[in-house]
């Protein structure tokens, strides 16, 4: 490979020349002289009786130009003078030159001045044309050996040797099964062939970003084992008008000659947005190169071996004449995966990977419910890079689950320093949502709980669905938004004030309460469909055209319909935490003590009171032994007390509200 500076070498190296040349022929017509006299030096030079050898005499309209060649010592000295040019200057001086017997030639100041008019007058076009020539190179592609014809060729690059195989792609099964039939087609046609059955000419994958639509384009190149295009919908798109369009002749030309072949076009949303959308009528570059596209894909002219791959996330906004049958005749949905399918994954990325013993690729895929492939690559990733930074041999479940929550909120930030009141207010605000999470049958499940800081979140609670499901029915809903009220009603409660860190919980509620209205119809209004308002979409070329296709008194309707899910959800909420306040309290204060809880810890204070016995590591790194006797109430004090001798004194016992001093004391015993 050339170096870059090398090639600018290259580039710059005629122009070089070129004007070298200029400045030789320029020095050529306009000789330099040692010696320029004045015109007094000059008359003092004759009347001395110095000889002048030779001399060239230049006249023009207002002085007359002379050079010429005397002796001074014995050696010749040039030199050059300028005179007046009167109606005797010219002959007079001609007089003196041939008394003293000098040859002269008079020469034509109007031959050297047209030919330097000339070369002034198109130097700057040829230069503007050398710059031109030299951007157009860049603007082409290919470095400095690219040539400026290239500018309107395919930038698809070409594979002929794919290593990437189904093996590779996990959790993917129906989808698979799909391209299958490209791959046997690609390796037997005459199968098809005799079946009168014709393969499509196109395969829409859709769906997420991360779901690996890229990932089995490879694959059915490598199964197939047949050359593999690859291009980006915004590489036909320049702002040169016809560049697009010529481009995506160029790549089908090629294509042919490669065939039987694949074409794969990522992100084509970039160029095949609906037409006619734009300003202006629509006549611009970007649809002229979806015209060209459509004409290739199903045309006059046939495309035979060659099958088109294309990937996108907004198949919504493409454009009807490429989704109907005969350009792209089969759409594929890559959805994100399953519990299942998560766990295959895992395993399809953890081959070059070493593990404790005891990491179970199913628990970490049913903690990792919604992620991406591409999520979870990043999960195993960011575990082994932790793995080696704390110089472990192998990957433990601690460095997943810290994986976990990076891929989520990203990294902790420990050296963040809370007043112990705001430690106070996030150690109850995440008990709130663990406690609500615990209490309700369609809430999440709690998996884990931690007040570290991560990004902008004050604490952290993750929770997971107990099943995962395709459809959510109206309590599941509800019940999901009483869990994001929860940390809001526990600081209302144990604190009598509200605090910023809610407002996520309070959008999230909102959005859910507002879809559960204008959308899935599971409000008073009915199962009606209104539209929210908020996004704008295209209607033709009406780009100003908005979703709202309501009226002011349905859209306060709506309001009150929203106000009233999550006012009755906020009240489930405030009797789900007043009736468990005092488990509350009991999570709160291990929160305060280790900061992290996982989901076995939690359900055991939840049901018994206790906290398992389990080792684990201090924030400062040393080992510690979880309590195993916390009890949330004074019950089983009660109890013993009944058992035994009352004290004859004794006053009855009143029940009264813990304060946290009380609650420190407390835990400080304990210990």
Same mark, same amino acid.
Request: proline share 4%; aromatic share 8%.
């Given at each position: 490979?050339?170096?870059?500076?090398?090639? +600018?070498?290259?580039?710059?190296?005629?122009?070089?020349?070129?004007?070298?040349?200029?400045?030789?022929?320029?020095?050529?017509?306009?000789?330099?002289?040692?010696? @320029? +006299?004045?015109? !007094?030096?000059?008359?003092?030079?004759?009347?001395?009786?110095?000889?002048?050898?030779?001399?060239?005499?230049?006249?023009?309209?207002?002085? $007359?130009?002379?050079?010429?060649?005397?002796?001074? =010592?014995?050696?010749?000295?040039?030199?050059?003078?300028? +005179?007046?040019?009167?109606?005797?200057?010219?002959?007079?001086?001609?007089?003196?030159?041939?008394? !003293?017997?000098?040859?002269?030639?008079?020469?034509?100041?109007?031959? =050297?001045?047209?030919?330097?008019?000339? $070369?002034?007058?198109? +130097?700057?076009?040829?230069?503007?044309?050398?710059?031109?020539?030299?951007?157009?190179?860049?603007?082409?592609?290919?470095?400095?050996?690219?040539?400026?014809?290239?500018?309107?060729?395919?930038?698809?690059?070409?594979?002929? /040797?794919?290593?990437?195989?189904? @093996? /590779?792609?996990?959790?993917?099964?129906?989808?698979?099964?799909?391209?299958?039939?490209?791959?046997?087609?690609? *390796?037997?046609? *005459?199968?098809?062939?005799?079946?009168?059955?014709?393969?499509?000419?196109?395969?829409?994958?859709? %769906?997420?970003?991360?779901?690996?639509?890229?990932?089995?384009?490879?694959?059915?190149?490598?199964?197939?084992?047949?050359?593999?295009? #690859?291009?980006?919908? #915004?590489?036909?798109?320049?702002?040169?008008?016809?560049?697009?369009?010529?481009?995506?002749? =160029?790549?089908?030309? *090629?294509?042919?000659?490669?065939?039987?072949?694949?074409?794969?076009?990522?992100?084509?949303?970039?160029?095949?947005?609906?037409?006619?959308?734009?300003?202006?009528?629509?006549?611009?570059?970007?649809?002229?190169?979806?015209?060209?596209?459509?004409?290739?894909? =199903? %045309?006059?002219?046939?495309?035979?071996?060659? $099958?088109?791959?294309?990937?996108?996330?907004?198949a919504d906004v493409l454009d009807p004449a490429l989704l109907r049958p005969g350009r792209f005749d089969r759409q594929i949905q890559v959805a994100n995966p399953d519990k299942r399918a998560r766990a295959q994954i895992l395993q399809v990325h953890a081959r070059n990977k070493k593990f404790a013993a005891d990491v179970n690729f199913d628990n970490i895929a049913a903690r990792t419910p919604g992620f991406s492939g591409a999520e979870l690559q990043n999960v195993l990733n960011e575990a082994a890079l932790l793995a080696v930074r704390l110089g472990r041999d192998v990957i433990t479940m601690d460095d997943i689950d810290e994986g976990i929550d990076r891929v989520i909120g990203g990294p902790a930030k420990k050296s963040r320093k809370y007043t112990e009141k705001e430690r106070r207010l996030v150690a109850y605000h995440e008990a709130g949502h663990a406690i609500i999470g615990l209490t309700l049958e369609d809430a999440n499940k709690v998996q884990k709980v931690t007040i570290i800081p991560r990004g902008n979140a004050g604490g952290y609670n993750l929770m997971t669905p107990k099943e995962e499901t395709y459809f959510q029915t109206k309590t599941q809903l509800e019940a999901s938004i009483t869990g994001f009220m929860g940390g809001r009603v526990a600081e209302e409660i144990f604190f009598g004030d509200v605090s910023s860190g809610a407002q996520n919980d309070i959008e999230q509620a909102t959005r859910l309460a507002r879809l559960m209205v204008t959308e899935l119809g599971m409000s008073e209004l009915g199962p009606i469909k209104y539209g929210s308002g908020q996004d704008s979409v295209f209607l033709g070329r009406d780009y100003t055209s908005t979703n709202n296709d309501h009226s002011g008194q349905v859209a306060f309707e709506i309001d009150q319909q929203v106000r009233k899910i999550i006012d009755e959800c906020y009240k489930e909420c405030t009797r789900i935490i007043t009736e468990n306040k005092d488990k509350l309290e009991l999570i709160a204060a291990a929160l305060l003590e280790y900061e992290t809880l996982a989901n076995e810890q939690i359900e055991a204070l939840y049901t018994t009171g206790k906290m398992p016995e389990v080792s684990g590591k201090t924030t400062n790194g040393t080992d510690v032994i979880l309590p195993a006797e916390i009890r949330f109430n004074d019950q089983e004090e009660e109890k013993k007390a009944e058992e035994s001798e009352p004290a004859p004194a004794e006053e009855p016992r009143v029940r009264k509200p813990v304060s946290y001093e009380d609650l420190d004391d407390l835990i400080d015993d304990m210990k």
């Open positions: 490979m050339k170096s870059k500076p090398t090639s +600018l070498i290259k580039t710059i190296l005629p122009w070089l020349l070129l004007l070298i040349l200029i400045g030789a022929a320029y020095t050529m017509l306009n000789p330099s002289t040692s010696k @320029t +006299l004045t015109t !007094s030096e000059y008359e003092a030079l004759v009347n001395s009786g110095t000889k002048i050898e030779e001399a060239e005499i230049t006249p023009s309209d207002l002085v $007359i130009s002379m050079t010429g060649v005397y002796k001074e =010592d014995g050696k010749p000295v040039k030199f050059s003078v300028t +005179l007046p040019n009167t109606e005797t200057q010219m002959n007079e001086l001609q007089t003196a030159l041939a008394e !003293s017997g000098t040859l002269y030639t008079v020469r034509d100041a109007s031959g =050297d001045g047209m030919f330097m008019s000339v $070369i002034m007058t198109f +130097l700057p076009t040829i230069l503007l044309i050398g710059v031109m020539f030299f951007m157009m190179t860049k603007i082409g592609g290919g470095g400095g050996n690219a040539k400026a014809f290239e500018f309107g060729n395919s930038r698809a690059k070409l594979e002929k /040797d794919q290593k990437t195989r189904f @093996t /590779d792609v996990a959790g993917a099964d129906e989808e698979k099964e799909e391209l299958r039939e490209l791959v046997e087609f690609l *390796k037997n046609p *005459k199968k098809f062939a005799a079946m009168g059955a014709k393969i499509p000419k196109g395969v829409l994958l859709v %769906g997420p970003p991360g779901t690996g639509k890229t990932l089995l384009a490879r694959a059915v190149s490598g199964e197939a084992n047949v050359p593999f295009f #690859s291009i980006s919908g #915004s590489e036909f798109v320049e702002m040169f008008v016809g560049v697009g369009a010529g481009r995506v002749r =160029d790549m089908f030309k *090629k294509a042919k000659e490669n065939a039987p072949c694949i074409i794969f076009i990522d992100e084509i949303d970039a160029v095949g947005r609906q037409r006619g959308s734009g300003i202006g009528g629509g006549h611009d570059e970007r649809e002229q190169t979806l015209n060209q596209l459509l004409v290739e894909m =199903d %045309g006059f002219a046939g495309n035979e071996g060659i $099958i088109i791959l294309a990937a996108t996330n907004r």
